[in-house]
């Protein structure tokens, strides 16, 4: 089967390559790949920002058909539609595994890291992290379900959102259109701030019925702080992993008010951590998922509070990745499904 993978640490080479499809094992399942989303994840690793192991293949956003069950399997049959976790092997024996937090194991692997990604047809995983998609729920909408849970556990989990409360997100990328969409399900009045960079993603945002702004824009603090009375926003979610929407965030958010980091800056960054203390912030930040973050998503995906098609610039053959990602680095597309081939 074609597989996109990483092939050596030291150089941005991906490869198509003909590998043998994977065998389940015993607990384990195939997940025959409808779609996988190409995250930022994937191009950070393509570069080595982010650690990898490879030979490697890359994806972690996926969905499909269960297509093989190992020894052991029980309660899924072979066609039913289905999506995957991502630790693909975790101790289960840490405080954090414990605890219902696998995201902070220190043993985990992950797929499409250090374990056999979904940008190929056929996926191996343990049979824990299978969840079963609705029928309503089409195959590209549920290849959000990673991403969606990323955000479920960053704005429900480690933090709450209140009806009523006024809420800034900044940076439009599709983690960022998906955190307004959650926030707005939760009851919040939403804004979206994006830089001139952003055109295009802040037009997604506007006909998904957000108010937008631009950064560039002259009075945009003014204008922000009229819209709650002079006080500021309850609560401030930065997913740009830029040092000057983390700055701008933190004027923007009210006394009391929840600054939520979901953006990664890949560095550190100049940020007035005294205003932390003089604003009494309520801080929190969010490492990717936990169990109890997808059967949420897949509920807010199958109800249409959380839409996608909106953020699916393109679907293309796996044979076409490297255009993809060349769009993705441009921000001239928010997500792209891969369709193996
Ligand atoms: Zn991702
Ligand atoms: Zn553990």
Not at 185 to 205: E, F, I, N
Not at 286 to 305: D, H, M, Q, R, Y
Request: charged share 20%; hydrophobic share 45%; net charge negative.
């Amino acid at each position: 089967m074609l597989a996109l993978r990483k092939l050596e640490l030291g150089t941005p080479l991906l490869a198509l390559e003909d590998i043998p499809p994977p065998q389940a094992g015993p607990a384990e399942v195939l997940i025959e790949v409808a779609y996988a989303g190409i995250c930022g994840t994937d191009l950070h690793i393509q570069l080595d920002e982010l650690p990898s192991e490879p030979p490697v293949t890359l994806g972690h956003e996926i969905a499909g058909r269960i297509a093989a069950l190992g020894e052991g399997v029980e309660g899924w049959q072979i066609g039913e539609p289905a999506t995957s976790e991502t630790y693909f092997y975790t101790c289960q024996r840490c405080m954090y595994c414990r605890d219902g937090a696998p995201n902070l194991c220190p043993r985990r692997r992950s797929i499409g890291s250090r374990e056999n990604g979904g940008f190929a047809r056929f996926l191996r995983v343990p049979a824990r992290n299978l969840h079963r998609l609705p029928p309503q729920l089409s195959l590209q909408a549920a290849t959000f379900t990673e991403p969606l849970a990323c955000v479920v556990h960053a704005l429900l989990e480690q933090t709450s959102l209140a009806l009523g409360e006024y809420c800034i997100v900044s940076g439009p990328g599709p983690i960022g259109l998906l955190c307004a969409q959650v926030a707005r399900a939760s009851g919040c009045k939403v804004t979206v701030l994006g830089t001139a960079a952003d055109v295009k993603r802040l037009a997604v945002a506007g006909a998904l019925g957000f108010a937008t702004h631009s950064v560039d824009e002259p009075s945009l603090e003014e204008t922000l702080l009229q819209q709650t009375a002079g006080r500021g926003a309850d609560a401030v979610i930065e997913c740009a992993g830029a040092e000057a929407s983390a700055a701008l965030a933190l004027k923007l958010v009210r006394p009391r008010g929840k600054y939520i980091q979901v953006g990664l800056f890949g560095r550190s960054i100049a940020w007035n951590a005294d205003l932390a203390c003089l604003k009494e912030l309520h801080i929190t930040g969010s490492n990717a998922t936990v169990p109890s973050a997808w059967p949420k998503a897949i509920a807010l995906l199958a109800s249409g509070a959380v839409q996608t098609e909106p953020l699916v610039s393109e679907v293309v053959p796996l044979s076409e990745w490297e255009r993809a990602f060349a769009r993705l680095r441009q921000k001239d597309a928010l997500k792209i499904l891969l369709q193996p081939e």
